[in-house]
């Protein structure tokens, strides 16, 4: 991988800087992210640089658990989401025949619909806490996750690299360890990268619709549903979440873009 550029510099100081949020969030913030300790939608002042929300809490410290929030539900999901599609894929690609079909046609199905209205569904059904919603997430996304993964398992196995490892009687637990995961982490690392972008912003949409991260918690999302009404007065209140999402999701867009230029070409087993 090549030397990081000065945009891969400003993505990963972008992404340390929302590292410590996930990490220290609430242990940074002044307040409780339920203390009302002002007026509704109060201007900035003393100890509270970015004012207040519509209840009179203080912004920063809801951005401040919000964030760990919101980032800790995302990450969760793709996590989740890559631990299932990506050994699902290479064992569709590797096995082939009716395990291979089988398994296509049913993510073929349910990527038939709409990923949002698939998540309505099950959310209006089973309710929006938080383990319904990281595990609804992470398995409609690891149907992507699984074509990505079949589709580059399958070109690694034609290699002859590859063929020569089955002709030495090598088994699939073999190929995957050190032919086809090699040579595939890196398209996988930049999915990576970009699938947490889109789960992300899945998850502030619908916390923004009502039936994603739920009260008592804050998370970004839905900090600017709740005071979406200071626009019309001319306030900031739910810009600072928004550009907090924006600035994020630009953050991983630029490391996605640095690995992605450095991909190197398939190597073989040196044995």
């Not at 699938?195 to 619709?209: E, P, W």
């Amino acid at each position: 991988m090549r030397k990081p550029t000065f945009t891969a510099w400003i993505g990963l100081a972008i992404l340390a800087a929302y590292l410590v949020i996930l990490i220290a969030g609430p242990h940074l913030a002044p307040f409780g992210q339920e203390d009302i300790i002002g007026s509704p939608f109060g201007d900035p002042e003393p100890g509270h640089p970015l004012g207040f929300d519509q209840n009179g809490r203080d912004m920063l410290s809801r951005l401040l658990y919000g964030g760990q929030m919101s980032i800790g539900v995302s990450l969760a999901a793709v996590l989740i989401s890559f631990a299932v599609g990506i050994p699902m894929g290479f064992m569709a690609a590797i096995r082939g025949g009716w395990f291979d079909t089988i398994l296509s046609r049913l993510v073929d199905t349910i990527m038939c619909v709409p990923v949002l209205i698939s998540a309505l569904v099950v959310l209006q059904a089973l309710g929006s806490s938080l383990p319904v919603l990281v595990l609804t997430i992470a398995l409609l996304d690891s149907t992507r996750v699984f074509r990505l993964s079949r589709v580059l398992a399958q070109g690694v196995g034609a290699l002859e690299f590859a063929e020569v490892a089955r002709l030495r009687g090598e088994g699939n637990w073999w190929l995957i360890r050190k032919e086809i995961l090699p040579n595939v982490a890196s398209p996988l690392v930049a999915e990576f990268g970009l699938r947490f972008c889109f789960t992300f912003l899945f998850v502030a949409g619908l916390s923004f619709l009502g039936l994603g991260v739920q009260p008592p918690f804050a998370d970004w999302g839905g900090m600017v549903k709740d005071n979406q009404q200071a626009i019309v007065y001319g306030l900031y209140a739910p810009l600072y979440p928004a550009a907090a999402i924006a600035i994020l999701t630009v953050g991983v867009n630029l490391v996605v873009d640095w690995m992605l230029a450095g991909r190197s070409a398939p190597q073989g087993d040196n044995r």
